[in-house]
């Protein structure tokens, strides 16, 4: 198969949700169907704790979350399918911000008992800035949920974004009967045996109107209503406002009982973008097309596995081929690289990878070399891909290693984590104190956990709230600026910055200084 066939037939995209929606779940049906893991469980055993490879899942199985995002590839239907897992919680939407850049497409698992929560809106609001398609799982449909229409105007009321329902629940919790696929123009039941075993049946098909449990409990009848109100009422089918993200195909389904889950994916796949064209530095695109290799840096994960205490550079082919043992330019230092120990992430293991092209995602063995952003590159393409976003950190806390002995782990573990973008570090002007950011006080949690466990550096931390960050041109500033309401520091590239204690601080700066501009990051 030629390249551009092969990147033709890439889908890559992030899956969210808040935590408890389902999102393991319904990645691990995926994978059944994909035939990359072959008993349910497997995904799940490893979040629960039974398979966790590295101790540092420990984290996620005590609080129940998930704070690693891992990228899994499997075949379906001629589709080359990557899966890029994301963090369920709002602390870590940086990450998840992060993982976006590298996708083409996202899906939004909800929980239909609980509806849109707020930690899906924040999470949402990142996906919306990131302007690509967003599909919609309505999960636990056999559970009792709320009212379907109630959940698709909450999409458009609460997350902004306008939807189309390419199925409808025929009934649900106890009285699930089955989805009413509008787009497939059938009728999908939950019970086959029922209904001769049939799990398909045409809308036209004269069994449904003699069938007796679809009309018995009126939920047909209800189901039949409600499309006919959303085909007035409601939006049109529209692919290219897909495309643009500006309408959410919805599906409706049960993960666990496996319900609605392959027409999803089967739709999901039809629609789904190809890999795009990834914007570069001073404006301009790279095609996915390119025959030259490049790629970005999106995440970088050290100790995925303690045994080996090795660090994995997780890279977003944009163009070309990567071809096992290549040389690629790391576009920040100048320096070659040849890339020699690269994995793919399959579900339940890693594997070296021969050849991938743009759209995948590949780990490359990292001792040092990389930071989050970089471009590398082959051949003659001489780019650098635009920046990825950091969040203004709002919280912060000072730290110190507890025992002075450790320094040294103490440095390397802090160096180590701000490069994986794990926490943001600032120092003060005046005391030379280390200051960690970060947008969720979960973040901190984590540093903490993973400086004893990893670096076994025990570290103190005290915190100074929430401060408003903003950063200041260093032409501008005068370290007579700083006072009592302010903290003066500087980020890890030396560039100088005000920690206001509130609003009231930032304006009374602004006032006092109108010629100094104060920039916050996104
Ligand atoms: P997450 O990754 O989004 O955090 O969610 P996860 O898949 O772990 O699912 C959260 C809980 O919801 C799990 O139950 C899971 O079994 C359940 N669940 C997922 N999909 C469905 C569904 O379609 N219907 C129903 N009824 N439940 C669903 P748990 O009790 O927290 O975990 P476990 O005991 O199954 O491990």
């Not at 393991?24 to 008993?39: D, M, S, W």
Request: with cysteine; charged share 25%.
């Amino acid at each position: 198969m030629k390249i551009e066939e092969k990147v033709s037939k890439r889908r890559t995209f992030a899956i969210i949700s808040h935590p408890d929606a389902g999102k393991t779940t319904i990645t691990e049906q995926l994978l059944l169907f994909g035939g990359a893991i072959h008993k349910a469980g497997t995904v799940k055993a490893k979040k629960t704790g039974s398979f966790a490879k590295s101790d540092w899942m420990e984290i996620e199985k005590q609080r129940g979350i998930s704070v690693t995002s891992s990228v899994m590839q499997f075949d379906y239907d001629g589709k080359r399918v990557n899966i890029l897992d994301t963090p369920g919680h709002e602390d870590f939407s940086e990450d998840t911000y992060r993982t976006l850049m590298a996708v083409d497409a996202a899906v939004m698992v909800v929980d239909t008992a609980k509806g849109i929560e707020a930690q899906t809106k924040k999470l949402f609001k990142v996906v919306k800035q990131r302007g690509i398609p967003i599909f919609t799982f309505m999960n636990k449909l056999d559970r009792d949920g709320r009212e379907p229409l109630d959940l698709l105007s909450e999409l458009e009321e609460v997350l902004g974004i306008q939807s189309y329902p390419m199925n409808w629940p025929i009934g649900m919790g106890k009285g699930l009967e089955g989805i009413y696929d509008v787009y497939h123009k059938r009728v999908e039941l939950f019970r086959p045996e029922k209904y001769d075993g049939k799990r398909f049946i045409p809308l036209e098909d004269r069994s449904i109107s003699e069938s007796h449990s679809l009309y018995e409990n009126g939920v047909y009848t209800q189901a039949q209503e409600d499309i006919e109100l959303l085909t007035t009422a409601g939006n049109e089918f529209n692919e290219e406002r897909i495309r643009s993200g500006d309408l959410t195909p919805v599906f409706f389904g049960s993960a666990l009982t496996n319900f609605g889950v392959q027409t999803f994916l089967e739709t999901f796949l039809q629609f789904a973008p190809e890999p795009h064209a990834v914007k570069t530095e001073n404006g301009g695109k790279v095609s996915p097309y390119e025959s030259d290799f490049s790629g970005f840096v999106f995440k970088i994960q050290a100790n995925m596995n303690p045994q080996h205490r090795d660090r994995i550079a997780f890279v977003r082919i944009s163009s070309g081929m990567f071809e096992q043992g290549m040389e690629v330019k790391l576009q920040r230092t100048g320096k070659k690289l040849k890339l020699s120990n690269v994995t793919q992430f399959m579900a339940d293991a890693r594997e070296n990878v021969e050849t991938a092209v743009a759209g995948d995602i590949i780990g490359l063995y990292d001792t040092g070399n990389y930071q989050i952003g970089d471009t590398i590159t082959a051949g003659k393409l001489s780019i650098k891909y635009e920046k990825l976003p950091q969040f203004t950190p709002e919280l912060f806390m000072k730290v110190t290693a507890k025992n002075v002995m450790k320094q040294k782990s103490f440095y390397k573990g802090i160096q180590q984590l701000v490069q994986e973008g794990a926490i943001q570090l600032y120092q003060t002007y005046q005391t030379s104190d280390y200051v960690i950011g970060a947008v969720g006080q979960l973040q901190f949690e984590v540093f903490q956990y993973r400086m004893l466990n990893e670096y076994n550096a025990e570290v103190v931390m005290t915190s100074m709230g929430s401060k408003i960050a903003r950063w200041v041109d260093s032409k501008d500033l005068d370290e007579k600026m700083s006072s009592s309401r302010n903290i003066l520091a500087k980020d890890r590239f030396g560039n100088p910055m005000f920690l206001f204690e509130n609003k009231f601080a930032c304006e009374w700066f602004q006032n006092k200084y109108p010629d100094v501009g104060l920039k916050s990051l996104l």
